[in-house]
């Protein structure tokens, strides 16, 4: 966590530029979710928006994650560089992302426990694909195998994530002026522009914090697992 938030202190402006890869797709979601209240998880105006910031949500982690990792020479690729490396790989990423999130968010409706196991299982798939180059399947494998050993912490990692999406969701109720579990109960939320513009906010406030923390936390799985290789993430903050 202290790396995460060290590293969004340093590139703020960066971070910012990449904002709207998840902001707009999350502006697109809260709209929707006030004008069709009823869509369930498969109706089009719920998922075309959903995929649209699954798949934000992953570029922005592998765009980090490629700025974060050295290269063979131990030099950090550029923000231009990085978002160029992200988008030649584009149509790999976005199916790895849009499918592991697809799944967990499945596995979380059906019952609890099984997205939650997921969700520690496939933690880094998107580095792995971004720093590796492993296919849809080693992709996944490889995250399995990395968070073997420390999936208590991600567990927890996880669980804190989750709090802060909700707490931000509450918070955006109280501003707003809607009932402080709107959206998790059948209180349903208003639709208006403050309403809309504070809650994409707030989404892409944690989504920057999730996909820098998802980064930071491929680094240190790999460190355990396989040594210092690549150059130590510390000398980011020197």
């Known amino acids: 966590m202290s790396f995460t938030f060290q590293l ?8 910012l530029a990449l904002s709207p890869i998840v902001a707009v797709p999350a502006a697109m ?4 979710e006030g004008v069709v209240p009823d869509a369930t998880f498969w ?6 928006p959903f995929a649209a910031y699954a798949v934000g949500g992953t570029l922005l982690t592998a765009t980090i994650t490629r700025m974060i990792v050295p290269d063979g020479v131990g030099r950090y690729p550029s923000l231009a560089g990085s978002v160029q490396a992200v988008v030649n790989d584009l149509p790999a990423l976005a199916a790895i992302g849009l499918a592991s999130t697809v799944v967990i968010v499945l596995a979380f409706l059906l019952l609890v426990v099984p997205g939650l196991i997921l969700g ?6 998107v580095p792995v694909r971004t720093i590796e180059r492993a296919s849809f399947v080693q992709s996944c494998v490889r995250s399995a195998v990395l968070t073997k050993g420390s999936r208590r912490v991600i567990f927890g990692l996880l669980i804190a994530i989750i709090v802060l999406e909700v707490a931000g969701d509450v918070a955006v109720n109280i501003v707003t002026g809607d009932a402080i579990f709107a959206g998790y109960s059948e209180e349903l939320r208003s639709n208006g522009a403050a309403s809309i513009l504070v809650a994409t ?4 406030a944690v989504s920057v914090i999730g996909a820098t923390g998802t980064a930071v936390l491929y680094c240190e799985l790999r460190r355990i697992k396989d040594g210092p290789a690549p150059t130590e993430l510390a000398s980011e903050f020197d």
Do not use: E, G, W
């Open 8 to 15: 969004i202190r340093l590139h703020q402006l960066q971070l």
């Open 43 to 48: 109706d089009l105006p719920f998922a075309l």
């Open 29 to 32: 979601l809260r709209y929707q």
């Open 201 to 204: 906010l707030v989404a892409t």
């Open 120 to 125: 520690v299982l496939l933690a880094v798939p």
